[in-house]
């Protein structure tokens, strides 16, 4: 027996449905891109972490991806960035040896981790610069930073703030690259660097 009949309204319902979702992050990308390109805090923040000596992120559970990703690409132009995971790169080390040239990006997003807050606030008081990444006004690091920035902005859903802190990852490591001198130098030798240690599959 065949399912032919049921499986075609299936069908057309998952092509509406698909249509609605991408036509909403449509409209969604462009409330992003328009932020982007109208917010000075993010040129602001990439200035801060070109200017610093070391550069320490930081991020929970969810905020813990994001902060990778940034610590990644901030890798590829700049010396001295280094990601707290708590296992290598551990807190109190961090906190017991904080200078004025240092700089740490905390990423805080719903649900808001205790341990970031504690080790951000800490950081800043110990004398470092601390700059935030955060999804609400009313959010506990959103008026702590020397620098902050909101995402998503109005107008995008929190579910969709992946997108905009993607957006806001590129963003900042594309200025930072662009500004930080040595940075083309540091970036060919990675690319000779992989060739000859044979990283990648052609």
Known sequence: MSNEPTARPQRRSSALLKRRLIEDQRRQLDAMLDWALNDSGVEEMAAQIVGARRRFIIGATKSFAYASLLALDLSASLANVHLVDGTIIRPIDVLSDV???DVMVA??????????????????????????????????LAHVGAEVVLVPPTGVEYDSSPPSLSLLIGVIASLTAASAKGAGRRSAQRDHLGEVLDLYVD
């Open 99 to 101: 200078r004025s040239s």
């Open 107 to 140: 990423f805080s997003i719903q649900r808001y981790r205790k341990y970031t807050i504690d080790i951000a606030t800490t950081f800043q008081d110990a004398g470092g610069r601390l700059l935030v990444i955060t999804d609400s006004p009313d959010a506990p």
